[in-house]
Every structure is written in structure tokens, then in C-alpha cells.
């Protein structure tokens, strides 16, 4: 991934978790206060409710009074205050006066408790009421919570008690009441959005039929049962938010208040719903916006940053290029400088850096240079001294012999002459040495087993292994089969060859053993040449390609410098790795295809019957 | 019990007269004028045989003091066994199209309505009626119930020598603004009952009748009014005479109205069905029974306008019913109660009481069996009868318990039992029906009866009629007959007809020329 790339998903994701942050932030806090005032607004409602609750409850205490203070009430009272009154004389009474009076429930209760009339329950008349004579003073006690016992089953209703005293100590008792019913709830005005159920808790068990509102079916009433089954064990407020279906928006917040009697029994349940309809529409709505926004902050992000991260990587990929110049050899390579800031700073380090590294290269390239002319000279000076000394011998051998007698004079003349013609030999050979070496030709590839190559290197200098006088040299091959060919000039990489296992002989004078390894790796075949000679110290190694350069009194300093050379031309590494007095071992890595070459078919390896001339060189 | 209270008018006549039309409400929504459709028993019987007694005659009768008297047979004899009766068909007996009577018409009504085994043949002036088995009170079911005489007509209805005809029915709403007429039927009823429609029936008087042409010219009776729109109609002196439901009749009587009341002919009693099986189970009825206030349910939740029951048969009709009491024993009712199995009558499977009998009265009767059975800890829920459904369906929860009215609708205390007992089937299917009229074999079998604990009387209701000031010489049965024949109105000489009376205005009462008060028999 590219430094642009980076710089451009950094920024998209800063932005994008800005957005994100200010989104969740303005979301959280409006749907917290959209909720407070929802709650708010609830608990307004409830209050609302409570304060109708005891506004019905004076109302129905205001007729229950009206039907106490009757004149005919005060007749009836004195009426059934005598001995032996006629109780079925009021029977029906109770009937009218509820009509009368816009009650639901009203039951006339004689002083001893027994049900004179009854409007809901006629049957029941007859029967006693003692919870009615328990009180003494009815009058000042509001409306309260009570169980109805109706014909067709129970019900809850919102009662009063007034009482007539027009006889004393033979009080008549009005109970007066509205049913909590679907009446009752219809009666209650809500506002959009809420709704107003009433469970009337008669039974032990949950049952669903017993709550009542709108839009509550039998499936909606299982929902309810949980939460009615924690106010029977505990009535006090609850709230509970019901999810209807997976939609959130379908969801509604109860509000349950526990409607108890005046023991304290559960009657029955008050729940105000509200839906979350609204609230999950807004939230929704703030979320989408909130979307919209982060979607268009993302695509201005993308923008903004793509100019950023361009315009900030642009210097730095030109100092990327640069350093990749440099590392292709262009030292003197320069970029452009935009501006002071650390990039631009960079930039002419860069520069100052490349220009350094290229006055330093040629200060470089000046030094080995002349380094290479001096060795170059003292090689030359060293190899021409040698026959160059006998040839002066031989010279003035001949001055000296012009004093002698013919036969003696033509005697050293023709020693001196043979002298002289062998040191000149040996003076060609070595001008030849240097002639081929700068004449190394180009190689020409085919496809070449380098196992093969290797064994016939070997093969040719197996007689000097075990040459008679000289120490014994065990030749070890550890050969990769199959091994893959590779693109190379067969006569170069024999004459590579050739060059590693004669100096590796040249190593070991004292006898030792030759390794030879091949094997693959990553699209390349390692030849590695060891011997257990005495070794090299670093210096000597870090000098070995150098050509000319040789640890041996007799060599050329080219053997070496030749393998480096062919290795160089196949595109391979050479490498060397020695441990003092325990050898040296040579490592080569050589690519199997050689890139944009036209490579011939698979030639047999050269097999040389005799040692060719570099070799000779080489031995030094 | 309330008796006839008839109090004069000031400045009334002093002798009948003919003229007027009496208007008459009735609460029932429709009338069947075919008597072989009447079903014993129920509440539409008796409007039904009031309103046929308007058209129809039997061949005998029975006076308020016991006595048979003649109607279309004049006279009548049998054999020493009681299994072969002739009778004496009146001659000169006239329908009201003025076709003579025969004795084949009357054979040929009679047949239908006659028990099996019992065969009546004519012959001239004869009329023999003959079973294999003794007919000792032949008399008295000839004299009361559905024994009337008719001829069926080619276009279904019934023509009668009655003291009446159906002259028209109008069916109309309150406002009578959309009324129409309807030819005279034997099936009538109004069209949407109890919902502001109306039915009006008009009988016209019938000049040919035996007995003499009534006094009244005509009599418009209205179905389906409501029982307090009937009080109101009756106080307001748009209705002469109305029905009374026993919830009213102090009201009408504090209002100085006119109330009659009949001796108690309608039965009220809980039976049990075997089709909820713990109703089966004696202790439990027993234990209902113990628990049950006849007292209260007559004397307060009725306001002393019923008697309580203690047998199925009222004393005046069977004489013995005195020597049957029903204990009323809270403790001992539970101390039964505790003996049954836990799971019978409780909350999940209570004692279901269906309520058969029509009316706010038999809910209330209802109501109330299931709150003295509560003092038992006995489990009852009343399971009322849906309006406008006379059969139960599948749907229903089965009943263990029917609370039922029965109206007695015979003269024979042995054909009233056996009718109850056969038609509410709760007597013992090995028990043998009562074929004697011995009371001593009668008492016998209706004691066995209520021993058995499969029906439960609760209280017995009279009827009750409000009167119209103007109404004269209101001598009704005992038993409920309301005699309209010799009812005369009391009006104004200036007054041709009612006012107040739209249809009385549109057809005014023609009076027969010659006919005289010397013609009533």
C-alpha cells in the first residue's frame, strides 16, 4: 500500500470517525431529551389521569350525596326505620335513581346492612353489606377502588358511600359508583399517540380478557401478563416499554398504576401507553440526516485528502524516484525542491547527499584506479623482471663470451640464444595472459547442465588429485538430481569452473578435500566450490576478485577475477566465505533463464582434454 | 293478592251499551290464531287463547264457581267408564261469514287437538268422543286449553263462531305514518318486535255468534308494546286494557289505576339436565334446593306479587298443593354441599343455569337462585337465553340447570301434570303417567315428583291486567279467561267513538240494528 494511499485512508477515517462522534453525539442526546420530554409528557398524562380519577370520584360523591339528601330518601329512611318495614316497597328504586343520577352502580343499604335496592345486582337484595356499617362517618371519605359483584360476574367500579341520617342511629347508606369499563376509558381524553387500557385484576392468575381498551386483542393481552403478575406481587408504579413486533417504531412505554381498594387489595391496573412511534421516526430521521452528512463529509473528505496526500507525497515519491536512481548507479541524480518545509529540507539533503555520493564516487573511481595501474605495474613489473633478469644474464654472458674461443663462444652463444628465446617465449605468454583477459568475448547462451559442467571440470584435474609425490586431494561431490539447466555459455562456465577447483587445489598444497555442492533455490542454481586449505583473512577476501591481485608467488591475480567476470556476465553473485586455517569455500548463484537472451538447445558440456590458457594463469 | 278493584266513574251509564272499540296492548310480538299450533306451556299460550277465545268457541265452558256450562254442545252425557262421551251440538251455531256450524266441523278441529287414543266422530247433531282408557275430566280439558272449534279455510286461516272475527292487522310504527293492511291470518306477529314496530290486530264483532252480538263494536289490540310503554298507554287513556308485569303493579296501582289479577297460572321452577352431568347428582340438587329463598324472591325481589312454590300444581287448580312445603336450610345446605367431590360447582366448572323463560323477571329469578346457591358454596352461572333464539345450538355451553315458566293452560290438574311432566321431561321415564283423577293418586305422583329433586319450584305469578276507567262489567276467570264478550265501554253519549284512536275514527262501530242487551245469554 502506498504512502498516498495510507495518508488518504488516515484522513477518511479521521473524518469519518469525526462524523461518526458528532452523528452518535447528536443522535444519543436528541433521543435522550426527546425521551425526557416523552416521559415528561407521560407523566403530565398520569397526573392527568389521577387528578380525573379523584375529579369522577368528588362527582360521584356529589350524587351520591344528591340521592342521600333526597326527600324521598328521607322518606324512605323513615320508613324503613320503623318496625317491620316493607323492604320490597324500595326494591326497585335503586334501578331509577341511577338512571336519575347518571350512575352506573347505586345500592340503598338499610342501618343494619342489609341491601334494600340495587341497581346493578338486584338478586343480591336481601343480603347484608356489613362492610358498610363498619364505618361510622362515611361522609368525608372520597372515592375509593371496589369490587362489583354483577350478575354476569366482578367488576371494578369507583364508588362512594354517603349516608342519610335523617333517623338517628338508623342510618340509610348510599353507594354510589361508575364502572371501570370501556365506558370509562372513552370517557378519557388522550392526546395523539396514547392510549388507555385498564386490567381489572379479579382473578388470581393473569387473565387477558380482563383488560380492556382499544385496539388490545387477546395476543396484545398476553404481552401484559409479566408485568401484571409483578403489580399483583407488588403494586406500585411500573414502567415498561412492550416491542410489539421486531420494528422498534411499534414499540410503546407503559405506564402502570396499581388501582387498589381500600384494604389495599389490587383491583385493578391503570396503563397509559405511548407509543414510540414518534421518538423511532425522529431518531430515524436525525440518523439518516446524520448519514447524508457523514456520506457527503466522507465524499468532500475523499476529495480534499486525494489533494492533500497528493500534494504532500508528490516531493516524497520524487525523493523515492531519486533514491531509486541513485540506487541504479545515477548518482548525480538531483530533484526538484518545493518550498521550506521538512519535505523541501528533505529534498535539498537529497540533493547535497547525491552530490556528496558522486564526488566521493569519482574521488573513488580516481583512487582504485590508480591503484589498479599500480598493481597493474607492479604485476607487469614483477612478471617482466622475471625473464627480463636472465635475459640480461644471458647478455652479458654473450659480452663475456666474445672473449672466448669460437668453439667455446658458439657454445654459450647457442645457450645464451636458446636462454633468450625461452625467456621471450615466457614473456609472450605472459603479454598473452593480459591479452586474453582483456579480450574476454561475450558469452553466448544455451541451456547447460550445470551438474555435468562441474563433473567434467573435476574430471579434468583428477590426475593431479593423486599424483605420485604430492599429497592426496579427495574430490567430494554432493550433486542436486535432477538439478534445472540454466542459460549459460558452456565454455565460460567451464573455464569458471576450471578456474575455482585449480585455485582450490592451489589452496591446499598439503593435500584436503574438494567439495563441490549444487542445488536450486528460488529460481536460481547454487554452485558452491570449498576446499580445507588454510584460508583467507578478511582483507584477502575482500581483495580476491580484485583483478591482479593474488596471495600466491606464482599467478597472475586473473583466475579469480575471470570467474567474477563470467559470473557477472550470466547475471549471478559470487561470494566467498572462509575461516582461517579451515578453508575457503566459493558460493555462485546463477538465474536459471537469462531475461531478453534468445538461448540455444541444450548443448553438452565442453570437456576439455587439456588445461586452456586463462587456466594457466589462473593457477598462480 | 291484589283482587279486582272497580271503581266507577262519576256520570257513568248506568246499564251496557253497544258501541266503542277496546283498545287492548299486549307485551308478546306475535299471536298464532291456529290453535293445533299452540305449544302447552308457554308464555304465548295464554295470548294466544285469549285472543282466540275472541274468535273461537269450545263446546263447553267453566264458570267461576266450578260449573260446566254449554257453549257449542248444549248438552252432553258418557258411559259408567268414562270411555265414551256424547255431546249435543248447539243448532243454528253460525261462523261469522254466516255459515252454519256442523258437526263435522267440530270433528274435524277437535281430531288434532285430542290426545292419542282418543277418536271423536260425528253424527248429525252428535258428537261422540271414545278412547280405550276411562276420560273422567274430558270436561275439563274440553273447557279449557286449545279445544276450540274451527274451519280451515282454502287460504289457511281459521274461521270461528266466536263473539268476534279479524276484520284487518296493521302493521305500523309508533307514529303510525307508515301503517298498511294485511288480510287476516292465523299466524300473525309484528314485524320488528320491541324496536318501535307495532302490529295491530282489529276484531269486529260478530253478528252471527250464537251467544249475541257483543257489546263492544270492535277491539284493536297492539302487539309488542313494552310493559311500561303499556302503563303509560293505560295512565295517558290511550289503552283500555294492558298487560301488567308484576314489577309495575304497585306503580299502577299507587297511580290509581285499575289492576286485576288472575290466580297464579304461570309456574315458575328450575329443572335439571342431564347434559352437565354433576346436575345429576341428588345431594347436589338437594343442597340447591335447601339454599333457595323462595320467601325473598316473592315477597321483595317480586314485591309480594308472586307466591312462592312449593308444588307444581297452584292450590286452586290441584287443592292439595298446601300440604307440600320447600325448606329453605343455608346450614344444612352447605353441610351437603361439603360431602360432594371438591371439583363439583366450583370456578372452573360451575353449575350452569340457563334461563329458558322469557323476561326480565325470569333473569332476575335467575339471578337470584344463583346468589342463594353462592351461600351454599355452590357455583351457579347464569346463562341467559340470547334474544330472538328459541334453540340452543352447538355452541352453547351444555346447561345443567333450566330455569323455565310454565303457563297452566288446562283444567285438568291430571293434564296439566302429565303436560309438564312429558313436555319439561323430568319425571322418571319408568314412572306410569296418572290416568286417574283420584287427588289422593295425583298428590302421590307429584310428591314423588318434587322428592326426586329434578325440578325445583320457585314461585308461582298471577296475571295482571290494568283496566281503563271506562272499561264496564270486566268479569274474567279465575284462571286467567278475560271474557271480552260481555266487556262494554262507558262512554259519553256525545262521543261516538274514542278519541285518541285513529283506526276507531276510520271505522266506526256500526251497532246491529235490533240487537239489545236481551240478546246476551
Known amino acids: 500500500m502506498s504512502f498516498r494511499t495510507k495518508l488518504l485512508f488516515v484522513v477518511l477515517l479521521t473524518i469519518f470517525a469525526s462524523v461518526s462522534v458528532v452523528a452518535y453525539a447528536v443522535t444519543h442526546y436528541t433521543q435522550a431529551a426527546f425521551e425526557a420530554m416523552d416521559a415528561e409528557r407521560t407523566e403530565a398524562l398520569v397526573a392527568q389521569f389521577k387528578k380525573e380519577f379523584v375529579q369522577r370520584g368528588e362527582e360521584i360523591a356529589h350524587q351520591a350525596k344528591n340521592i342521600a339528601e333526597a326527600n324521598l330518601t328521607e322518606r324512605m329512611a323513615i320508613d324503613l326505620s320503623r318496625p317491620n318495614a316493607d323492604q320490597s316497597l324500595y326494591v326497585r328504586d335503586a334501578v331509577g335513581t341511577a338512571q336519575e343520577h347518571g350512575l352506573d352502580y347505586v345500592e340503598i343499604v338499610n342501618y343494619d346492612g342489609v341491601l334494600i335496592s340495587s341497581a346493578q345486582f338486584p338478586a343480591r337484595v336481601g343480603y347484608k353489606n356489613e362492610w358498610v356499617t363498619a364505618v361510622k362517618d362515611w361522609n368525608e371519605i372520597p372515592a375509593f377502588w371496589k369490587k362489583e359483584e354483577l350478575p354476569d360476574g366482578v367488576s371494578v367500579s369507583l364508588s362512594v358511600v354517603r349516608t342519610n341520617n335523617t333517623v338517628a342511629d338508623k342510618t340509610l347508606y348510599i353507594i354510589g359508583g361508575h364502572r371501570l369499563d370501556k365506558n370509562f376509558l372513552a370517557s378519557l381524553v388522550l392526546p395523539a399517540g396514547m392510549r388507555a387500557l385498564i386490567y381489572t385484576n379479579l382473578e388470581p392468575a393473569f387473565v387477558p380478557t380482563s383488560l380492556m381498551g382499544e385496539k388490545i386483542d387477546a395476543e396484545q393481552a398476553e404481552r401484559f401478563a409479566s408485568l401484571v403478575e409483578q403489580l399483583q406481587k407488588q403494586p406500585q408504579p411500573l414502567v415498561r416499554t412492550i416491542d410489539w413486533t421486531r420494528d422498534p417504531a411499534d414499540a410503546e412505554t407503559f405506564h402502570a398504576i396499581p388501582l387498589t381498594g381500600r384494604n389495599n387489595e389490587l383491583l385493578g391496573i391503570f396503563f397509559v401507553g405511548s407509543s414510540r412511534k414518534e421518538l423511532v421516526l425522529l431518531t430515524r430521521q436525525i440518523l439518516k440526516i446524520a448519514a447524508a452528512v457523514a456520506a457527503a463529509a466522507l465524499l468532500m473528505g475523499l476529495l480534499v485528502s486525494f489533494w492533500v496526500s497528493a500534494r504532500i507525497t508528490k516531493p516524497v515519491e520524487e525523493l523515492a524516484a531519486g533514491a531509486r536512481e541513485v540506487a541504479g548507479g545515477r548518482w548525480d541524480t538531483r530533484i526538484d525542491v518545493h518550498g521550506r518545509d521538512e519535505i523541501g529540507q528533505l529534498a535539498e539533503a537529497f540533493n547535497h547527499m547525491t552530490q556528496t555520493l558522486a564526488a566521493q564516487k569519482e574521488r573513488l573511481v580516481q583512487t582504485e584506479r590508480v591503484a589498479a595501474w599500480r598493481e597493474l605495474a607492479r604485476r607487469l613489473a614483477h612478471e617482466l623482471r622475471n625473464p627480463l633478469f636472465p635475459m640480461q644474464i644471458t647478455v652479458e ?163 579469480l577475477a575471470i570467474v567474477q567476470s563470467v559470473v557477472s556476465d550470466h547475471h549471478g553473485t559470487i561470494s566467498v566465505a572462509s575461516d582461517e586455517g579451515r578453508g575457503t569455500a566459493f558460493r555462485i548463484d546463477l538465474p536459471q533463464r537469462q531475461s531478453g537472451q534468445t538461448t540455444a538447445p541444450r548443448e553438452p558440456a565442453p570437456e576439455s582434454k587439456s588445461a586452456p590458457s586463462t587456466l594457466a594463469a589462473a593457477s598462480d | 293478592m291484589l283482587g279486582l278493584a272497580i271503581l266507577p266513574s262519576a256520570g257513568a251509564s248506568k246499564w251496557p251499551h253497544y258501541s266503542g272499540t277496546l283498545r287492548v296492548e299486549l307485551r308478546a310480538s306475535s299471536v298464532s290464531l291456529d290453535p293445533r299450533e299452540w305449544k302447552v306451556g308457554s308464555a304465548e299460550f295464554a295470548t294466544d287463547e285469549r285472543m282466540g277465545a275472541l274468535v273461537f268457541d269450545r263446546l263447553v265452558a267453566l264458570d267461576n264457581y266450578g260449573r260446566f256450562q254449554p257453549q257449542l254442545a248444549t248438552e252432553w252425557s258418557h258411559d259408567a267408564a268414562f270411555k265414551r262421551w256424547q255431546f249435543i251440538l248447539r243448532a243454528n251455531a253460525k261462523y261469522s261469514d254466516g255459515t252454519v256450524l256442523s258437526s263435522a266441523d267440530v270433528a274435524a278441529a277437535i281430531q288434532p287437538l285430542l290426545p292419542d287414543g282418543q277418536q271423536i266422530s260425528a253424527s248429525g247433531n252428535n258428537i261422540v268422543i271414545q278412547s280405550a282408557a276411562a276420560m273422567p275430566d274430558l270436561l275439563e280439558e274440553l273447557a279449557s286449553g286449545h279445544f276450540f272449534v274451527y274451519r280451515a279455510q282454502p287460504d289457511g286461516t281459521l274461521m270461528g263462531t266466536g263473539p268476534f272475527f279479524v276484520a284487518e292487522t296493521v302493521s305500523s310504527s309508533h307514529a303510525s305514518s307508515n301503517s298498511s293492511s294485511a288480510p287476516a291470518d292465523s299466524s300473525l306477529a309484528a314485524p320488528t318486535p320491541g324496536v318501535g314496530k307495532t302490529m295491530h290486530l282489529r276484531f269486529r264483532a260478530n253478528e252471527e255468534t250464537w251467544s249475541g252480538r257483543p257489546f263492544l263494536d270492535a277491539i284493536d289490540v297492539t302487539l309488542g308494546v313494552p310493559p311500561l310503554r303499556q302503563l303509560f298507554d293505560l295512565q295517558l287513556g290511550k289503552a283500555d286494557l294492558v298487560e301488567l308485569s308484576p314489577e309495575l303493579v304497585r306503580r299502577a296501582t299507587q297511580d290509581n289505576q285499575r289492576v286485576w289479577s288472575s290466580a297464579p297460572v304461570t309456574f315458575y321452577g328450575l329443572r335439571f339436565d342431564e347434559a352437565q352431568p354433576s346436575a345429576m347428582d341428588a345431594n347436589l340438587r338437594e343442597a340447591l334446593s335447601l339454599s333457595l329463598d323462595r320467601q325473598t324472591m316473592a315477597n321483595v325481589l317480586l314485591q309480594k306479587q308472586a307466591e312462592p312454590a312449593s308444588a307444581l300444581l297452584p292450590q286452586w287448580l290441584s287443592g292439595y298443593a298446601f300440604l307440600f312445603t320447600m325448606e329453605t336450610n343455608i346450614e344444612r345446605a352447605k353441610e351437603i354441599r361439603a360431602t360432594l367431590p371438591a371439583n363439583m360447582a366450583i370456578g372452573a366448572e360451575p353449575l350452569r343455569l340457563r334461563v329458558d323463560a322469557p323476561g326480565d323477571l325470569a333473569k332476575l329469578l335467575g339471578e337470584r337462585v344463583a346468589v342463594n346457591a353462592r351461600q351454599a358454596a355452590i357455583l351457579v352461572q347464569v346463562v341467559n337465553r340470547p334474544v330472538a333464539r328459541t334453540t340452543t345450538t352447538s355452541n352453547d355451553p351444555a346447561a345443567g340447570v333450566h330455569l323455565f315458566s310454565w303457563h297452566y293452560s288446562s283444567l285438568s290438574p291430571r293434564v296439566e301434570l302429565e303436560s309438564m311432566v312429558s313436555t319439561l321431561n323430568f319425571g322418571n321415564s319408568n314412572e306410569a303417567a296418572v290416568s286417574s283423577t283420584d287427588p289422593e293418586q295425583l298428590y302421590a305422583r307429584e310428591k314423588k315428583l318434587l322428592q326426586e329433586r329434578r325440578v325445583l319450584p320457585l314461585v308461582a305469578l298471577p296475571e295482571y291486567v290494568g283496566l281503563g276507567q271506562k272499561v264496564r262489567d270486566w268479569m274474567p276467570s279465575r284462571w286467567g279467561e278475560w271474557h271480552l264478550a260481555d266487556v262494554w265501554l262507558d262512554l259519553p253519549e256525545s262521543v261516538p267513538a274514542q278519541a285518541g284512536n285513529p283506526s276507531a275514527t276510520e271505522t266506526p262501530a256500526t251497532p246491529t240494528a235490533g240487537a239489545s242487551p236481551g240478546a246476551k245469554p
Open chain 1, 397 to 559: 654472458n654473450l659480452q663475456k663470451a666474445r672473449q672466448l674461443d669460437a668453439k667455446q663462444f658458439l657454445e654459450v652463444f647457442n645457450e645464451s640464444t636458446a636462454t633468450l628465446k625461452a625467456e621471450l617465449a615466457n614473456l609472450n605468454t605472459i603479454v598473452g595472459r593480459f591479452s586474453d583477459f582483456s579480450k574476454m568475448p561475450a558469452p553466448q547462451f544455451v541451456r547447460v547442465n550445470v551438474n555435468e559442467a562441474l563433473r567434467n571440470a573435476v574430471r579434468l584435474f583428477e590426475p593431479q588429485f593423486n599424483e605420485v609425490g604430492k599429497p592426496t586431494i579427495t574430490p567430494e561431490l554432493f550433486l542436486t538430481e535432477p538439478l534445472p539447466d540454466v542459460d549459460a555459455d558452456p565454455d565460460l562456465l567451464h573455464r569458471a569452473f576450471q578456474n575455482l577447483v585449480l585455485n582450490a587445489l592451489d589452496a591446499m598444497p598439503a593435500g584436503g578435500t574438494l567439495t563441490l555442492r549444487t542445488s536450486e533455490h528460488d529460481g536460481h542454481v547454487r554452485i558452491e566450490v570449498a576446499d580445507t586449505g588454510k584460508g583467507l583473512t578478511p582483507e584477502e577476501c575482500s581483495r580476491l576478485f580484485t583483478p591482479y591481485y593474488t596471495t600466491k608467488l606464482q599467478g597472475t591475480g586473473l583466475g
